[in-house]
């Protein structure tokens, strides 16, 4: 594993460090946009406060934060692996590149010891799951894994009431930060209520540190809804995906192709709102993400 001097300066002094994920430079976001979107996302995490961490497999090492020149070439790269828990060992074995889900960057970050990771939207139980058993591996490694994620909910294009449910089933706490119904990536609400909420980042990281006094296993999602003034209402949306979602069908597009498929037909069918919306939801929670890291930050020297 190759740790950048800066993040293994933080971590060493015990400063705050966000881990962030590669799947959306190069699978969830057309160049440059990707790149643009990237070196903003660790902006925003420096600017509150924290170390950015961008995780990624290049040449068979596991990187734990990437220098600016290694950014921009994974983020022009092609055919680079879409990488997943039952991906990684592979990719580094054989010496290959690719960009880590959310569920490989938590096994990232856990193995190089940051405790809080900012994400877009994390995956879920797909529609039709009880025919295809698509469910994403994202659900089960925040059971297992003890790293805080921040994202704006599940993507919309999902099954979100069974992924709650698989959520629940696993342990993992659903927290919405600052209001009580849990929002759906490009909408701050999806219809559902979250399981919990908490307004504050200081109350996000003691319930962090309070699962490992407990010895409980896995992490905590911390959904954070989008900014109202970058959202697209649920009502909007809603019929997008769903056409979306059945020219796959026709298509026969299934498995990894799913959700890049889908994220660029509801880009066209939007006219690029829908990529304003994920870059403006992506950067809140960076910020939000970095304010946890503070909170944790303190606790340990407490």
């Given at each position: 594993?190759?740790?950048?001097?800066?993040v293994?300066?933080?971590?060493?002094?015990?400063?705050?460090?966000?881990?962030l994920?590669?799947?959306?430079?190069?699978?969830?976001?057309?160049?440059?946009?990707?790149?643009?979107?990237?070196?903003?996302?660790?902006?925003?995490?420096r600017?509150?406060?924290?170390?950015?961490?961008t995780?990624?497999?290049?040449?068979?090492?596991?990187?734990?934060?990437?220098?600016?020149?290694?950014?921009?070439?994974?983020?022009?790269?092609?055919?680079?692996?879409?990488?997943?828990?039952?991906?990684?060992?592979?990719?580094?074995?054989?010496?290959?590149?690719?960009?880590?889900?959310?569920?490989?960057?938590?096994?990232?970050?856990?193995?190089?010891?940051?405790?809080v990771?900012?994400?877009?939207?994390?995956?879920?139980?797909?529609?039709?799951?009880?025919?295809?058993?698509?469910?994403?591996?994202d659900?089960s490694?925040?059971?297992?894994?003890?790293?805080?994620?921040?994202?704006?909910?599940?993507?919309?294009?999902?099954?979100l009431?069974k992924?709650?449910?698989?959520?629940?089933?696993?342990?993992?706490?659903?927290?919405?930060?600052?209001?009580?119904a849990?929002?759906?990536?490009?909408?701050?609400?999806?219809?559902?209520?979250?399981?919990?909420?908490?307004?504050?980042?200081?109350?996000?990281?003691?319930?962090?540190?309070?699962?490992?006094?407990?010895?409980?296993?896995?992490?905590?999602?911390?959904?954070?809804?989008?900014?109202?003034?970058?959202?697209?209402?649920?009502?909007e949306?809603?019929?997008?995906?769903?056409?979306?979602?059945?020219?796959?069908?026709?298509?026969?597009?299934?498995?990894?192709?799913?959700?890049?498929?889908?994220?660029?037909?509801?880009?066209?069918?939007?006219?690029g709102?829908?990529?304003?919306?994920?870059?403006?939801?992506?950067?809140?929670?960076?910020?939000?993400?970095?304010?946890?890291?503070?909170?944790?930050?303190?606790?340990?020297?407490?």
């Amino acid at each position: 594993m190759d740790i950048a001097p800066e993040v293994a300066e933080a971590l060493a002094a015990r400063r705050p460090v966000v881990a962030l994920e590669s799947t959306i430079i190069t699978h969830g976001m057309p160049w440059p946009q990707n790149l643009e979107t990237a070196r903003a996302v660790e902006d925003a995490v420096r600017e509150a406060g924290a170390v950015p961490a961008t995780m990624a497999v290049i040449g068979g090492r596991l990187c734990a934060g990437l220098a600016p020149e290694r950014l921009e070439a994974l983020a022009q790269a092609r055919d680079v692996a879409k990488l997943s828990r039952a991906d990684l060992a592979a990719c580094l074995a054989t010496g290959g590149t690719g960009a880590t889900t959310v569920a490989s960057t938590m096994i990232a970050a856990r193995l190089a010891g940051i405790e809080v990771f900012a994400t877009g939207g994390i995956g879920g139980v797909h529609r039709g799951a009880e025919d295809s058993f698509d469910i994403s591996a994202d659900l089960s490694e925040l059971a297992q894994t003890p790293v805080t994620v921040v994202a704006a909910g599940a993507k919309a294009i999902l099954d979100l009431p069974k992924t709650l449910e698989v959520l629940e089933t696993g342990g993992v706490p659903v927290i919405a930060y600052g209001q009580d119904a849990f929002p759906a990536f490009w909408s701050r609400d999806s219809g559902l209520a979250a399981p919990l909420r908490m307004d504050t980042a200081q109350e996000i990281a003691r319930a962090h540190r309070m699962r490992a006094a407990l010895g409980l296993p896995g992490g905590q999602l911390v959904a954070n809804p989008v900014p109202e003034a970058d959202e697209i209402a649920r009502g909007e949306i809603a019929p997008i995906v769903d056409r979306a979602l059945a020219e796959a069908a026709e298509k026969g597009i299934a498995g990894k192709a799913v959700t890049p498929y889908l994220l660029g037909r509801i880009f066209e069918l939007t006219e690029g709102r829908s990529l304003q919306t994920n870059i403006a939801l992506v950067l809140n929670n960076a910020q939000l993400a970095a304010r946890v890291a503070r909170e944790l930050s303190a606790l340990a020297g407490d």
